[in-house]
């Protein structure tokens, strides 16, 4: 079992930035694919980025080169740097957690809101 508590969020003007952080209790951290997730009123959740127990990342097309994930294996903790942030990056961000083995995200964090303003 893994439980993931997200910080970081809060209101920023457009240019900004933000880092959003993931804690993760449980043990074999190391092992799980980490990603984030956003998701806005009445929408589907979408992928943001992604990051592989090997340090693979991969970002949705939107966000790439202007946000980073990383993660600290001795935290356990996962971060996404916000750069040149747009109003259309408005969300609530999700924290997820997969197995190696799974097909999907099978743990999530209840949310952080980032609200961007013109």
């Known amino acids: 079992q893994v439980q993931l508590v997200e910080s970081g969020g809060g209101l920023v003007q457009a240019g900004g930035s933000l880092r959003l952080s993931c804690a993760a209790s449980?043990?074999?951290?190391?092992?799980?694919?980490m990603g984030w997730f956003r998701q806005d009123p009445g929408k589907e959740r979408d992928f943001v980025a992604s990051?592989?127990?090997?340090?693979?990342?991969s970002y949705a097309g939107s966000v790439r080169g202007r946000f980073t994930i990383s993660r600290d294996n001795a935290k356990n903790t996962v971060y996404l740097l916000m750069n040149s942030l747009k109003p259309e990056d408005t969300a609530v961000y999700y924290c997820?957690?997969?197995?190696?083995?799974?097909?999907?995200?099978?743990?999530w964090g209840q949310g952080t809101q980032v609200t961007v303003s013109s």
């Open positions: 990051i592989s127990s090997t340090a693979t990342r």
């Open positions: 449980g043990r074999a951290f190391s092992e799980y694919v």
């Open positions: 997820a957690a997969r197995g190696t083995s799974s097909r999907g995200y099978d743990y």
